[in-house]
């Protein structure tokens, strides 16, 4: 037993080529879930849907089993929130055959590990120069995504009518039309809650727009902790902190 963990805590967090192309083939399966999720939201879940959906939860259980197994802190991996958005999402898919359609939306949860696992952040910023040159806006990209499409989905679930020809074009049309505050009018929420729900894509959605907007247009910055001060944010091709004037050694692949 004592090889086997240790042979899964090499694939999770070692930094061998194995280990680093294991960690990208589970990023390549969280996004292959998301699409999953977006695509099957509108679908009426018959048998072939159900049973997919709790393949995939036992697999998603499976990696959480594991990564709860090796982690030296169980309890601090239990309160992040990309484990909090895979045991919600395991819930709700192992229990598919029980739920109503209404809880669907709680599965796009799962884009919220894409982002936020601490080991594809830190193979992205080894191995990728675009992402270590790009990365506030990365990452703010794809909290507007998570956002969006969360947002839409639960749109399509609560308020879209039934009788509606393009549901979910539908839902994601309204969402853009309120986080943009464009405001058409064509496709309103009438209820009380529909229109709380508006507001709450209005506030939150601008925020993280805006955030989108200033990671794109501000002058980039590469994340290196400064051993003398501390400072983690610098300009790419800093040789010295500009707050203690401390040497960096950035790891950079050079202009070419």
Not at 134 to 150: G, P
Not at 224 to 248: E, I, N, S, T, Y
């Amino acid at each position: 037993m004592t090889g086997l963990k240790r042979f899964v805590r090499m694939l999770y967090i070692g930094r061998g080529l194995v280990s680093v192309w294991f960690r990208y083939g589970l990023i390549l399966f969280d996004l292959t879930t998301i699409v999953f999720f977006v695509s099957t939201a509108p679908l009426e879940h018959g048998p072939g849907l159900t049973r997919a959906s709790v393949l995939v939860g036992l697999i998603i259980l499976l990696d959480l089993a594991a990564r709860l197994w090796i982690a030296r802190d169980r309890w601090a991996l239990l309160r992040k929130v990309y484990t909090i958005a895979d045991i919600v999402v395991v819930g709700s898919l192992l229990l598919d055959p029980f739920l109503e359609g209404n809880l669907a939306f709680l599965r796009i949860l799962r884009a919220l590990r894409l982002i936020h696992s601490y080991h594809l952040l830190h193979d992205l910023r080894r191995d990728s120069q675009f992402f270590r040159t790009h990365e506030d806006a990365v990452i703010a990209a794809v909290n507007l995504m998570v956002f969006v499409f969360a947002t839409s989905t639960a749109v399509l679930v609560y308020f879209i009518p039934e009788n509606s020809q393009t549901p979910y074009i539908d839902a994601l049309y309204f969402t853009m039309a309120t986080l943009t505050t464009t405001g058409f009018g064509d496709i309103t929420l009438a209820s009380p809650a529909g229109k709380l729900f508006s507001v709450f894509i209005m506030v939150v959605g601008v925020a993280l727009f805006v955030r989108l907007a200033q990671a794109i247009f501000m002058p980039q910055k590469v994340r290196h902790k400064c051993r003398g001060c501390g400072l983690f944010r610098h300009d790419p091709d800093a040789v010295h902190c500009k707050h203690c004037g401390g040497l960096l050694k950035i790891e950079t692949g050079g202009a070419g």
